[in-house]
């Protein structure tokens, strides 16, 4: 009786230490999967995170790009349309000079000092848009096609601004290249619409350029030749007074061991101040040619030297 009683004692005790046993493997392999499941939402969720952020910095570099290449085409858009005036405006005067026989040049230093106003502005924004061209290329990346399209219009103005500043050749050929360009143009800016909305349809370009109109022209009168004036440096009339200094003219007259106030008086107030690698500060002014700009550097208040460097080069 005892040893029955005793085995029913053991046995019982066995089999819920061998529940026991297999309950653990169970136990752990729950913990397992749950271990497992939270470590993959938690590196979703994360992922996630990550995807949205860079999603994020994308699209911030898109908007970007996008409001560079807005504002520099409405810059450009604008000096086009001043140009086209300028290049107008010089065409009437070339044409009243032949119908009446006189001199072109006196003529064209008449409406230079009508309109020195207006072309000093027209150059200024044309520094501007040269000191941008260089950074505009670092989105092209981003958006090639506007890229692109920016360039094709930039291309266009800069013939323009050419043809207004210096006119050269004859009358019907000046208004034949003027009449192409503002064709070519309207072209450009078309296809620019495209990748930006927000630019207007171009519109009629009409002269805008005061006490000046246009005369019939003379089916006898003959051609006239190439001005000797430039618009590039407006002129002051009156036989006793002297040419503008351009700004290329007034670096020159700057010397070394010059004062700030001194060179502010003599070329005026700077567009921009940096400083070079050795700590020297940098003052900027625009240039004649096409594509440079002028540096004055400074070493303990006083100049130290002049460079006339592209736009795009470094300071040292």
């Given at each position: 009786?005892?040893?029955?009683?005793?085995?029913?004692?053991?046995?019982?005790?066995?089999?819920?230490?061998?529940?026991?046993?297999?309950?653990?493997?169970?136990?752990?392999?729950v913990?397992?999967?749950?271990?497992?499941?939270?470590?993959?939402?938690?590196?979703?969720?994360?992922?996630?995170?990550?995807?949205?952020?860079?999603?994020?910095?994308?699209?911030?570099?898109?908007?970007?790009?996008?409001?560079?290449?807005?504002?520099?085409?409405?810059?450009?858009?604008?000096?086009?349309?001043?140009?086209?005036?300028?290049?107008?405006?010089?065409?009437?005067?070339?044409?009243?000079?032949?119908?009446?026989?006189?001199?072109?040049?006196?003529?064209?230093?008449?409406?230079?000092?009508?309109?020195?106003?207006?072309?000093?502005?027209?150059?200024?924004?044309?520094?501007?848009?040269?000191i941008?061209?260089?950074?505009?290329?670092?989105?092209?990346?981003?958006?090639?096609?506007?890229?692109?399209?920016?360039?094709?219009?930039?291309?266009?103005?800069?013939?323009?601004?050419?043809?207004?500043?210096?006119?050269?050749?004859?009358?019907?050929?000046f208004?034949?290249?003027?009449k192409?360009?503002?064709e070519?143009?309207?072209?450009?800016?078309?296809?620019?619409?495209?990748?930006?909305?927000?630019?207007?349809?171009?519109?009629?370009?009409?002269?805008?350029?005061?006490?000046?109109?246009t005369?019939?022209?003379?089916?006898?009168?003959?051609?006239?030749?190439?001005?000797?004036?430039?618009?590039v440096q407006?002129?002051?009339?009156?036989?006793?007074?002297?040419?503008?200094?351009?700004?290329?003219?007034?670096?020159?007259?700057?010397?070394?061991?010059?004062?700030?106030?001194?060179?502010?008086?003599?070329?005026?107030?700077?567009?921009d101040?940096?400083?070079?690698?050795r700590?020297?500060?940098?003052?900027?002014?625009?240039?004649?040619?096409?594509?440079?700009?002028?540096?004055?550097?400074?070493?303990s208040?006083?100049?130290?030297?002049?460079?006339?460097?592209?736009?795009?080069?470094?300071?040292?």
């Amino acid at each position: 009786m005892l040893c029955f009683e005793w085995v029913n004692f053991i046995f019982p005790r066995k089999q819920r230490k061998m529940k026991k046993e297999k309950s653990f493997p169970v136990v752990s392999l729950v913990i397992l999967i749950v271990f497992g499941l939270l470590c993959f939402i938690g590196g979703a969720l994360s992922s996630n995170i990550l995807n949205k952020r860079k999603v994020n910095a994308i699209q911030a570099r898109l908007t970007e790009c996008e409001n560079k290449f807005l504002s520099f085409s409405r810059q450009v858009i604008g000096n086009i349309e001043a140009a086209v005036r300028i290049s107008e405006g010089v065409s009437n005067v070339w044409h009243e000079s032949v119908k009446r026989g006189e001199d072109f040049n006196g003529a064209m230093v008449k409406f230079l000092e009508e309109n020195k106003g207006r072309i000093s502005d027209m150059k200024l924004k044309h520094d501007l848009i040269e000191i941008q061209v260089a950074e505009l290329k670092k989105y092209k990346k981003e958006s090639r096609d506007t890229f692109d399209a920016v360039m094709e219009l930039y291309d266009v103005y800069k013939k323009m601004y050419e043809l207004g500043m210096s006119p050269e050749g004859t009358v019907e050929g000046f208004d034949s290249n003027l009449k192409s360009l503002v064709e070519v143009y309207s072209h450009a800016q078309s296809k620019l619409s495209v990748y930006m909305p927000e630019l207007k349809k171009p519109a009629g370009l009409e002269p805008d350029v005061p006490a000046v109109q246009t005369p019939p022209q003379s089916q006898d009168a003959p051609a006239a030749q190439a001005p000797v004036v430039s618009a590039v440096q407006p002129l002051t009339a009156g036989p006793s007074q002297q040419p503008a200094l351009t700004y290329d003219q007034k670096i020159k007259r700057i010397s070394k061991n010059m004062t700030y106030r001194q060179v502010e008086s003599e070329v005026g107030v700077p567009r921009d101040k940096k400083k070079d690698s050795r700590g020297n500060e940098v003052w900027f002014y625009p240039s004649e040619k096409t594509g440079f700009r002028n540096l004055v550097y400074f070493a303990s208040g006083k100049v130290l030297q002049t460079k006339n460097l592209p736009l795009n080069s470094s300071l040292d």
